[in-house]
């Protein structure tokens, strides 16, 4: 349990394979994503801006109104794993009849009883329904759209699909997964993110892939230099729709939706269903099969507990202590601001502890570091904003940190649910005023 006493109170991926795989021994086609078809390369050169479809950036003065938060719901010492751990699965993957290539990549990866988000929407995906999937993060909801996909492009390999991701961390990590599920298959992927080359990325378009996997903006930005024409595009996943809309890509995501053909196959997966999220069901999918995975709220096999302290010398002691322990092996840290976030890793590393940032202007390649440098234990401690953080999955993260307290409740439950996934406990701490 983590307890410290502070201020005299106390309180309990792999992204190689595109480099290699777009090779002179590939096979064309037929057909690319660009709605220019006679090969010419695409288009004026006028039209290649340096806008790299990024985010509607957030304006602080408006976007994030703090929200008063009781200190009580900080407070969760009775945290047990997921209910869902107690799922009887209906199925294991060999039951759905799915490719026997793909059956075995998962097999190779040990997944053999799906979880309930991949017991239910699987079969419904087969079928070719579109789906509305509510679940909470790290619940298993990318091979629950992935798995199916997949196995239509094995049957028509001249079908494409779309994943639409909030963030291009969370790109990058359901293309990992794609990789890892179609190898051998000759099945080709690319990502469409901000802050990476886009002239890499209109080559492998070019090129001729199955799957795009880009957040909204990046996306927008291809179709407008008519690199992707959605018209060739038969499924689309938005993935963690309810982020996307809170990062401001609600036009964005409608003017895609919207180039779509009518049969295309929809599929949207979200934490929660809000207003924004049902029209948006109700404008672009046809009679969706509705699968909700709500065992627990997210933050129920997270132990909270509070720190109590109000100068940031008492609040850097107080972390020093915490990140002293031989359990703090991997540690997220949240602040709110960037230039918070820069500082405090500084001197964190001051203190001898191994740390990173990670938030928006860092570029592409650095975050990437971030996230991998995290995952494979490199660095005990990455410290992050709330939009770099969505959509973060890095496994057996011990510890959250909220060193800032988020803007609402709702940031909270997402920030806290970095740790605690699947079937393992976690333990989060936040820093508020000592009264």
Excluded: W
């Amino acid at each position: 349990m983590y307890t410290i006493t502070t201020g005299g109170s106390s309180d309990t991926s792999e992204r190689s394979h595109s480099r290699s795989r777009f090779n002179s021994d590939r096979p064309s086609r037929g057909r690319s994503f660009s709605s220019d078809r006679g090969g010419r390369g695409g288009g004026s050169r006028g039209r290649f801006s340096s806008r790299g479809g990024s985010p509607k950036p957030f304006n602080p003065k408006k976007g994030f109104r703090k929200d008063y938060i009781d200190e009580k719901l900080f407070i969760n010492k009775d945290a047990a794993v997921s209910e869902a751990t107690d799922y009887v699965a209906e199925h294991v993957f060999t039951d759905f009849g799915i490719a026997e290539l793909l059956s075995a990549n998962l097999t190779a990866k040990g997944l053999i009883k799906p979880s309930p988000i991949q017991d239910q929407a699987i079969p419904v995906v087969l079928q070719g329904k579109d789906v509305v999937g509510i679940a909470s993060t790290g619940t298993g909801k990318t091979a629950a759209f992935l798995i199916p996909l997949i196995n239509k492009l094995v049957a028509n390999k001249d079908q494409k699909f779309m994943v639409l991701c909030p963030t291009r961390e969370l790109a990058l990590q359901v293309e990992a997964e794609f990789i890892n599920f179609t190898r051998g298959m000759k099945l080709f992927s690319v990502s469409c993110v901000g802050g990476a080359p886009i002239m890499r990325q209109i080559k492998e378009l070019e090129l001729g892939v199955h799957a795009v996997i880009g957040t909204p903006g990046r996306v927008k930005d291809l179709i407008e230099r008519g690199k992707i024409n959605m018209k060739y595009f038969d499924s689309i996943v938005l993935d963690e729709a309810d982020r996307m809309l809170d990062m401001g890509f609600i036009d964005d995501m409608r003017l895609i939706l919207g180039l779509m053909p009518e049969s295309k196959q929809g599929l949207f997966f979200s934490a929660t269903f809000s207003p924004e999220i049902k029209r948006l069901v109700n404008d672009f999918l046809k009679d969706p099969v509705t699968i909700s995975i709500k065992s627990r709220d997210t933050a129920s096999s997270v132990i909270q507990d509070v720190i109590r302290a109000n100068t940031d010398a008492e609040k850097l002691e107080a972390l020093h202590d915490i990140l002293v322990r031989p359990e703090a092996k991997k540690v997220l840290i949240f602040r709110e601001m960037k230039r918070h976030v820069d500082k405090l890793a500084e001197e964190l590393k001051a203190r001898g502890f191994n740390a990173l940032g990670l938030h928006g202007d860092m570029h592409n390649r650095e975050r990437e570091r971030a996230v991998k440098s995290l995952e494979t234990g490199r660095v005990q401690v990455v410290i992050a904003t709330d939009v770099a953080a969505r959509g973060l999955d890095i496994s057996d993260i011990s510890l959250v940190v909220n060193y800032d307290i988020p803007n609402n409740y709702e940031t909270y439950i997402h920030r806290i649910g970095r740790t605690g996934r699947g079937t393992k406990l976690g333990y989060a701490l936040t820093f508020v005023p000592n009264r």
